[in-house]
């Protein structure tokens, strides 16, 4: 969920290289004159320099640099410089974590300069369709069950977001049961009066007009909601308003987790449901009661609580903890750095290290993690900074002939994130700079190798035709959008599958698939692309770019697939994606044969590719069924088995593979 303030944590080593060797005030003493100049004498410039005195000579005293970097922060602030202000405060919450009363003080700093968002901005609203149509249809399905039993039906949503800030909301049926059409404001709810702080919206997310009433009811004072309809509302008509309180708390925090207190009073029986939708990074550790249904979408997870109440107080206590799994394929990952990791000759006047992602980034976190002894990390001299929406920049100091391990998140420390607050896969930057005669130094096996076994864990497959040559991937690229052109005039769907086999019988999968937008309007938006039996695919687009997915897991064992375009797709244009799920070895038999089954169960009218690539040194001993063609290009075998099929037909080939004598 997106919420600036609650993303504001920035974990970050703090890291300090030099002490002063000679210092002509003792600590105490500058940072007394710099309070005095601050606040007595309101110098602030004068300040400032007294602070920066502070820093250039204690910087490895953190609770001295901290407070050192607070008042910065306060001096720019009183300036009038928020954006500088609020680096430092930045600085404080990520470099001096152990300082907590300081941090505390920084971080309510910046909640007041990066405000809380806007209600009319709630993560409730911002949460997927999806989301929303997976909770009118339990509300729709718990109606007909009010209505058989002749009772209202009552829901609320409570959304928490990654700071466990408490969102809430909850839907209002209203149906129209008399002869005469709606168009005067009128009663369609009502609340206890300490709970009229919200906003209310209908089913286009449009605001509404409403006021409130107060009544004396039997169970004390109430406000009724008086809705003004935005649209006459016919006898027999059936709406559903939403609404969200604009009221955000912190959920308390207990020995056993953060609590969160669902409850509603209504008052006389009904069918009540509480909706909590938590980001997939949350995990219910106990509750106190059961829970009805629960459903993964995208990214969030959705549990329904519906109770059949009679009078009484509904209460439910839900004790949350944060585990934060993401799928691996939506994880921004860095592309590029400077400078480049095992590099071993870096110019000593270098002054910043950078990482690049391959994905917009939210701009107000990162994690440049120390690991190791304080030797092997570079000298920080400045605030860290984005300098573009993917670039972000460590100013540093470096030494000749000097080895340096720096990581971009670590299991601990992940506040490299995306926009959509998916933190970065880790990544090390391994380097070393030249000596003082100009000559490359070596860099030290153990930091080399740990750096090399992060990347490698954390590195994601290529396309799965640029592994081959590129005359390859145009011959297996054209002899699909051949097959997509007949089955379109066949009024047939297609699928491809692709198999790179190399000489030690390691295996890449992947999938060739055309989209065509065929909605009469530009696609630059969301779009289903099916379905796969893995969450994990990577999904390029011809030029090589990888595309943003999002995946929901379907009953049985596959999961849908979504995917926003790079670039806008006009409408009749085609976009050719290649899929990637990476590198596995096949069985060998001990005739030294390999198995290779390549299958799939499509469902609706197709027309099916199975490509297989093989080296010139490997061939096919023996196939269940004859492939429908075959090229051999540049050093590689291509064989095809095109096969049209009709609805609910597995598609099946078994293959036995043996190098050539």
């Not at 209310?200 to 809705?227: M, P």
Request: proline share 6%; aromatic share 10%.
């Amino acid at each position: 969920m997106k919420n600036l303030k609650s993303t504001i944590v920035i974990l970050l080593l703090a890291v300090g290289l030099l002490s002063s060797a000679t210092q002509a005030k003792p600590a105490s003493m500058l940072l007394q004159e710099g309070l005095y100049a601050e606040e007595t004498e309101g110098d602030l410039e004068k300040a400032i320099s007294l602070y920066e005195q502070v820093l250039e000579q204690y910087k490895d005293v953190e609770r001295l640099a901290a407070r050192a970097t607070y008042q910065l922060g306060m001096c720019y602030l009183k300036k009038g410089e928020k954006e500088k202000a609020a680096e430092y405060f930045q600085e404080v919450v990520g470099y001096y974590p152990e300082q907590k009363t300081v941090v505390k003080k920084a971080q309510d700093q910046l909640n007041k300069i990066i405000p809380p968002v806007a209600p009319s901005e709630s993560p409730l609203m911002l949460l997927p369709t999806e989301v929303y149509q997976y909770i009118f249809g339990l509300h729709f399905d718990a109606g007909k069950k009010a209505s058989e039993l002749g009772i209202p039906n009552n829901t609320h949503i409570y959304g928490i977001d990654d700071t466990f800030i408490k969102h809430r909301g909850g839907l209002i049926d209203v149906f129209n049961m008399g002869q005469d059409t709606w168009t005067e404001p009128r009663k369609i709810a009502q609340f206890t009066c300490n709970n009229t702080n919200l906003q209310l919206f209908n089913d286009s997310a449009e605001k509404q007009q409403f006021e409130w009433k107060e009544v004396n009811s039997a169970y004390g004072t109430r406000c009724q909601l008086i809705w003004t309809p935005d649209r006459p509302v016919k006898p027999g008509e059936f709406r559903v308003l939403g609404y969200i309180h604009n009221d955000l708390n912190p959920l308390p925090k207990t020995t056993r987790g953060h609590q969160l207190i669902m409850q509603n009073d209504f008052g006389s029986e009904v069918i009540e449901s509480f909706f909590l939708v938590l980001p997939a990074m949350f995990k219910i550790t106990d509750n106190s009661s059961t829970i009805t249904s629960h459903q993964r979408i995208g990214y969030f997870d959705i549990y329904e609580f519906r109770r059949h109440m009679k009078g009484q107080k509904n209460e439910i206590t839900v004790i949350l903890d944060k585990v934060e799994v993401y799928p691996e394929n939506a994880k921004p990952v860095v592309i590029d750095s400077f400078p480049k990791t095992y590099s071993n000759d870096v110019d000593l006047d270098i002054d910043e290290v950078t990482v690049t992602f391959d994905q917009n980034m939210f701009q107000y976190g990162w994690s440049w993690v120390r690991t190791g002894p304080k030797e092997i990390y570079p000298e920080t001299v400045g605030n860290v900074k984005y300098i573009d929406s993917r670039t972000c920049r460590l100013p540093v100091k470096v030494k000749p002939g000097k080895p340096y391990l720096v990581l971009i998140n670590s299991p601990q420390y992940r506040s490299f994130r995306n926009i959509d607050h998916i933190p970065a896969a880790e990544f090390a930057i391994v380097f070393a700079t030249k000596d003082i005669d100009g000559n490359p130094t070596e860099i030290p096996a153990d930091m080399l190798q740990k750096a090399q076994a992060i990347n490698e864990r954390n590195a994601i497959p290529k396309p799965v035709l640029d592994i081959v040559p590129a005359a390859v991937r145009t011959y297996i690229a054209d002899h699909f959008r051949q097959t997509h052109i007949t089955a379109e005039e066949k009024g047939l769907r297609t699928n491809s599958h692709v198999h790179i086999i190399d000489e030690d019988f390691n295996r890449d999968f992947g999938l060739v698939q055309i989209y065509k937008n065929k909605t009469g309007q530009v696609v630059d938006y969301e779009v289903s692309m099916g379905s796969n039996d893995s969450p994990e695919n990577y999904i390029y687009d011809g030029k090589g770019v990888r595309q943003k997915i999002r995946t929901q897991k379907i009953p049985g064992s596959n999961y849908r697939y979504f995917w926003t375009p790079s670039e806008p797709i006009a409408p009749g244009e085609t976009r050719m994606l290649f899929y990637s799920t990476g590198t596995r070895k096949l069985n060998v038999d001990e005739y030294h044969k390999a198995s290779l089954r390549m299958q799939n169960y499509y469902g609706s009218p197709v027309i099916e590719n199975f490509y297989l690539v093989l080296p010139v040194n490997v061939e096919i001993d023996s196939q269940s069924e004859p492939f429908t063609s075959h090229e051999t290009i540049e050093g590689f075998d291509i064989y095809c088995w095109s096969k049209e099929q009709g609805r609910n037909v597995k598609h099946r080939v078994d293959l036995k593979l043996a190098k050539r004598d």
